[in-house]
C-alpha cells in the first residue's frame, strides 16, 4: 500500500481513530445530557451490527491480495464522500 501500511495495519490504526472520536463523541453528549438511558436499546442494536460488520469485514479483507483491497477501500472513500457531498448540495 502507498500509505506504507499493510491493509490490516491500516484497518486497524483506523478502528483506533474511530475509537477515540466515538468515545469523544460520548463523553461531549454524556456531559450535555444528551446522553440518557433512551439511547441503550438503540445502541445495544448498533452495537450489534458493528460486530457482525466487523467479522464479515474480516472475512473479506483475509480473501483480497493488498492492490485488490486498497482499490475497494478508496473506492468506497469516495463513493462515501460524494453521498456526503449530494447530501449538502441537495437539502
Known sequence: MRSGLSKDELVQALGQTFL??????AINLFQ?????SGV???????LAASLIGMTIGQY?????????FRTCFFAGLLGLG???GWRVLAG
Do not use: Q
Open 20 to 25: 477515540v472520536a466515538t468515545m469523544a463523541l
Open 40 to 46: 441503550t436499546g438503540p445502541g445495544l442494536v448498533a
Open 82 to 84: 460524494m453521498f456526503v
Open 60 to 68: 473479506v479483507r483475509s480473501r483480497l491480495d493488498a492492490e485488490t
Open 32 to 36: 450535555a445530557g444528551a446522553l440518557g
